[in-house]
């Protein structure tokens, strides 16, 4: 008993507890510094490995970037999404403002507009430039109607506010362009699930890199791991440089993605916006952001640590 | 310190490395372990490291079951014993100094502290000005130094040793073991595997002989006995 209080004391020495805290902290950064150091060493595998990480988290990337400037115009065609409601010829002004009034009400509506016969004779020969012949006409054949602005580009509202209109009795008749609704509704679904996708497969493809890289590291610091089980170091002491291997890695990797796709960027800003100033001024090319990039750098360092980790509790087994 | 009630290992595949073995080292007790390769010396302290697990038997250290030490505590368990290697096991990737400073390193130690340490180890085995050496550059001796002040670096209770002398010349070897019997000295409980029985028999220490993994001598200060007037 004597003997255990002995050798208690003599590890302990004379360590206070924020010393003991504060030569942990040192032993994990010089464990960081000391990992960044070998990948350095070993410039040309360690830059191999860093480019295909790089390139596994571009393409998601990318893709992200993509559907995040396709957004831009789904916005936009949110304002653009109209329903219109053409009116029976005898219908009374207190009827249109009365339908105006409950529409307004509705929660899925954003706006109302009453278009006269007069005017939509007007707006059809500007637009037209059939002027004349819509001066010959004795007669306006042109009727009012409502244009109801929706609050969403869901389908199923626009549905819903068609049923609600042909139900009204001054109502004749309800146009709306359920097609590209649906189409544009489906091709977003399709690219948020295809980024999903992607950002799934490719995580494993990073966690594949960085276990196997981790694997070549342990087997090349065999003698020195066996060393450490030997004196008496815990698991966690000997895992530690490899995790901090596998952070770098994916740390690096992401920044590594980060800068391809800025440059990506930089080439594509010219031609990209001579494209969309045909398309309004409001639009422009849009890069990841901030938050965005945190989690892209945030990502990879855990899914590089998380590979090592994998690859640690797998090789070092035999120790 | 070290008791062995009864101990047997049996490898896989079926040789018998130790057959019933019971002995008791005291504290602060200096003792050779001897006999032929082959003849469980190294299996005996590899039980002890628990890098080998005994098919039979029990083994305290300082009154405790090591065998039922569970696999976390193994490590803290470990720390307390030094163990010196035939072949050293150095790194050579690191100075003199950073192979002596591993132990410490791996129990947390403040750098200040650490390394006051490792120079009063390096100046125990007389290697105090090579510490910034790899230690690829030097002799077999001053390896094997480097590994014993390894060993007791962090002051340990005990101390194992599996052939330290086992690749050097006799004149070296005697001065390695002038160095275990001054850590015996301050009260270090030595265990030494040693086939050259030319050397341990000059000394004057406990003698534990080993045939076909069977104790099958004991004897307590042999020389001593024999010579005494």
């Known amino acids: ?319 | 310190m070290i008791r062995f009630d009864d101990v047997s290992k049996r490898y896989p595949g079926g040789h018998e490395a130790l057959k019933q073995v019971s002995f008791e080292l005291e504290k602060g007790e200096m003792a050779f372990l001897t006999g032929r390769s082959g003849a469980g010396k190294s299996t005996l302290l590899k039980l002890i490291m628990l890098t080998e697990e005994l098919n039979q038997g029990q083994i305290l250290v300082s009154g405790r079951n090591i065998n039922r030490l569970p696999a976390r505590q193994v490590p803290y368990y470990r720390r307390r014993i030094g163990v010196v290697f035939q072949d050293h096991q150095l790194l050579f990737d690191r100075s003199v100094f950073d192979n002596v400073m591993l132990p410490l390193q791996i129990e947390g130690y403040d750098r200040y502290e650490a390394a006051r340490r490792v120079r009063a180890a390096l100046d125990k085995v007389g290697l105090l000005d090579k510490e910034k050496l790899n230690p690829i550059t030097l002799s077999g001796g001053e390896q094997q130094r480097v590994g014993i002040a390894r060993a007791v670096v962090n002051r340990p209770q005990i101390l194992l040793a599996d052939e330290p002398t086992g690749n050097l010349d006799p004149e070296l070897a005697a001065e390695i073991m002038v160095l275990f019997e001054q850590f015996n000295q301050v009260g270090v409980c030595m265990l030494i595997a040693s086939h050259d029985l030319s050397l341990i028999t000059r000394l004057k220490h406990r003698m534990l002989t080993l045939e076909q993994g069977r104790l099958i001598k004991d004897e307590h200060q042999p020389s001593r006995r024999g010579t005494a007037p």
């Open chain 1, 1 to 319: 008993m004597t003997a255990r209080t002995n050798t208690r004391s003599n590890s302990k020495v004379s360590l206070s507890a924020s010393q003991r805290w504060f030569a942990w902290l040192t032993l994990h950064r010089d464990c960081a510094v000391d990992a960044l150091r070998r990948l350095w060493q070993q410039p040309a595998s360690s830059a191999m490995t860093l480019a295909v990480i790089a390139i596994a988290l571009l393409l998601p990337a990318l893709l992200y970037v993509t559907g995040k400037n396709l957004s831009q115009f789904d916005s936009s065609l949110a304002q653009a999404n109209l329903v219109t409601a053409y009116l029976q010829a005898d219908t009374n002004a207190d009827t249109v403002s009365e339908l105006q009034q409950r529409l307004a009400n509705h929660e899925r509506v954003s706006d109302t507009r009453y278009i006269s016969p007069e005017q939509a004779a007007a707006d059809f020969a500007e637009w037209s430039g059939l002027g004349d012949v819509v001066d010959t006409l004795a007669e306006n054949p042109l009727p009012a109607s409502v244009v109801v602005q929706l609050a969403d580009t869901r389908f199923e509202t626009a549905e819903q506010l068609q049923a609600l209109l042909s139900d009204e009795p001054a109502v004749a008749f309800v146009q709306m362009d359920q097609a590209w609704l649906q189409r544009l509704d489906s091709f977003l679904n399709l690219t948020r699930r295809a980024v999903l996708a992607l950002i799934a497969v490719l995580s494993l493809a990073v966690l594949f890199i960085t276990g196997n890289s981790i694997r070549t590291s342990i087997a090349s610091r065999e003698a020195e791991i066996r060393v450490m089980n030997l004196i008496g170091a815990t698991r966690a002491f000997m895992a530690r440089p490899f995790l901090y291997t596998g952070l770098w890695y994916g740390l690096l990797g992401g920044a590594l993605a980060w800068l391809m796709l800025a440059l990506l960027m930089l080439i594509l800003r010219g031609p990209a916006s001579q494209l969309l100033a045909y398309y309004g001024a409001q639009y422009q090319l849009l890069g990841m952001g901030v938050t965005a990039s945190a989690v892209l750098l945030g990502g990879s360092a855990a899914l590089g640590w998380l590979g090592a980790r994998l690859s640690v509790s797998r090789h070092f087994s035999k120790f």
